[in-house]
């Protein structure tokens, strides 16, 4: 059977997360984070894993992942062949000493398809994003400094909510509530609504949009989370929606 690789910046958050996440939702998200699957880690800027194939367009990237340590035990049993999708999942990382806007453009041109080279989501401005959210932050206008190490790990554990606080410990009621405001976000981001978008949007227009509104005019970032983008992306609108009007309040 055909799997699906996912590879994820870090080692351990990304990981905890869709462990979460698929055994939150065993029901409804049959198909993905399941044990049919396989997670690597990267563990370096997407800067890095694209400086990397702009050097030489035959690098295979499965090849690169399995070379490091870290992976060798999850991956020593597969083949590049043996994937049908690749998914990953990487930060903005815009205070990187490699980060280029120009450079994220190309990269989010070249992984844009989980079919070929592997099909990317960003997070702004990082992993942590998922849980920068509480009753009293404006999320709707949320943002943060794209350019600076603004230690961000600490600010979203200082203002978010206790409950968002670890992700192993999120429940259905909690992540359908995380995946509703960082859809509308989204919809905010791209169209000044904030509501459900009702259509997809590639990673590039959300950039864009990234660039246009907050990037070139104030050096900050729009905070946003790739995994909620990613189920609208696989699921669609209707799967979500259901279940987001599902979720017990």
């Known amino acids: 059977m055909s799997k699906k690789l996912f590879i994820f910046e870090g080692q351990n958050t990304e990981i905890n997360i869709t462990k979460n996440l698929s055994d939150k939702f ?13 997670k690597c880690a990267y563990c370096t ?6 400086k990397k194939i702009s050097e030489d367009e035959y690098l295979d990237i499965f090849m690169l992942l399995k070379e490091k340590e870290f992976n060798k035990e999850t991956l020593k049993d ?27 453009l190309e990269v989010l041109g070249l ?21 920068h959210f509480s009753s009293t932050i404006d999320f709707k206008n949320l943002k943060v ?31 359908l509530e995380l995946i509703e405001v960082h859809l509308k976000k989204l919809n905010f981001i791209m169209n000044n609504d904030f509501s459900i978008p009702k259509n997809n949007v590639s990673q590039k227009d959300i950039f864009l949009k990234q660039l246009e509104k907050h990037i070139n005019i104030d050096s900050s970032i729009a905070v946003l989370s790739a995994f909620p983008l990613f189920l609208f992306d696989y699921y669609g609108l209707q799967t ?10």
């Open 26 to 38: 065993s029901e409804s998200f049959t198909d993905i984070f399941t044990s049919n699957d396989v």
């Open 45 to 50: 800027t997407i800067y890095d894993l694209y």
């Open 78 to 104: 597969y083949n590049s062949s043996d994937f049908s999708e690749i998914y990953l999942f990487f930060d903005y990382d815009g205070h990187a000493p490699i980060a280029n806007d120009n450079k994220l």
């Open 111 to 131: 992984f844009n398809e989980e079919t070929e080279h592997g099909k990317i989501f960003i997070s702004y401005p990082m992993v942590e994003a998922l849980k």
């Open 145 to 175: 400094k794209a350019k600076e190490n603004i230690n961000y790990k600490k600010i979203t554990n200082l203002n978010c909510d206790n409950k968002y606080r670890d992700f192993n410990q999120y429940n259905k009621t909690i992540w």
């Open 240 to 249: 979500i929606k259901d279940l987001i009007e599902s979720r017990d309040f």
